[in-house]
């Protein structure tokens, strides 16, 4: 443990980092449901599209739209949102290892 002590604030910042921006490109594509005739293949709608379309896909085989609403981004925010919690937050795995390395824990 003693070798990752000094990675382990890096490692905080990335991964609170990407899980905070993939939560708002999940937010931005429930915004998007509002608006089903925009082409999400092309232009800026592309950027969003793309890094989010992968895990929303196969959810929306499990989950069908409820009254014609696609549901699955609202699902990925919360699963997101909660990993993000479990990892870097004030509790989270990586701030404990990270408080454990300070000898602050």
Known sequence: MTALAPSLPLLHLVLGLLLSGWTLLFLFRIVLTWYPQLDLQRGLLRLVSAP?????APTRRLIQPIGGVDVTPVVWVGLVSLLRELLVGQQG?????????????
């Open 93 to 105: 795995l990586v701030s404990l290892l990270m408080l454990h390395s300070q000898g602050l824990a």
């Open 52 to 56: 989010t379309e992968p895990l929303l």
